[in-house]
């Protein structure tokens, strides 16, 4: 068995487990920490089948910018209000240090153990201009175009319904 094949392993196990975890917990806002921890271990796949770009967009985009508006939501909406959390996780201070240490040998094994490009060499040889990565991405005679501004526009939608819901129990 291969480097790699243990290591998706191992990556796909963390990946359910975190999935099973942010389903399963009472606590919204320790949810919402479980979904970035699936969100950053999806990025690391995204490493290990050599697709650095869309790992970088993944812990951008999700873990980044919709995370904290699903914390943004949560907040404004008092769900984990401290009347309602009880702390069932109190091995967490020792679990957490160990599990940092653990995800970051695992990071480092991946870096490692995956090759860069074919043969030592980078996959894209050419030299891309400043403006050709926009125009490849929101070019009209793209497919991927109208869902990104629809998923985007959805986004938005949601967000104004969470502060009006908000506004109107304040």
């Known amino acids: 068995m291969s480097g790699q ?3 998706f392993g191992l990556l796909a ?3 359910v487990v975190c999935g099973l975890c942010m389903i399963l917990n ?10 970035v921890m699936l969100l950053f271990n999806v990025a690391i796949l995204y490493v290990t089948l050599n697709a650095a770009f869309i790992a970088a967009v993944q812990v951008i985009v999700y873990a980044g910018a919709i995370m904290v508006l699903f914390i943004f939501v949560i907040m404004l909406l008092n769900l984990g209000t401290p009347e309602q959390v009880i702390d069932h996780l109190k091995p967490q201070k020792v679990l957490g240090p160990i599990a940092g240490v653990l995800l970051v040998g695992l990071l480092a094994s991946a870096v490692v153990a995956v090759p860069i490009g074919h043969g030592g060499q980078p996959l894209s040889t050419g030299t891309i201009g400043p403006f050709e990565i926009g125009l490849a991405l929101y070019s009209p005679t793209n ?6 501004e629809v998923v985007s526009i959805l986004l938005l939608v949601a967000a104004i319904g969470a502060v009006m819901l908000a506004k109107r129990r304040i």
């Open 5 to 7: 094949l243990i290591l």
């Open 143 to 148: 497919y991927w175009l109208f869902p990104f």
């Open 13 to 15: 196990a963390i990946a």
């Open 26 to 35: 009472d606590n919204p806002v320790r949810s919402a920490l479980f979904l």
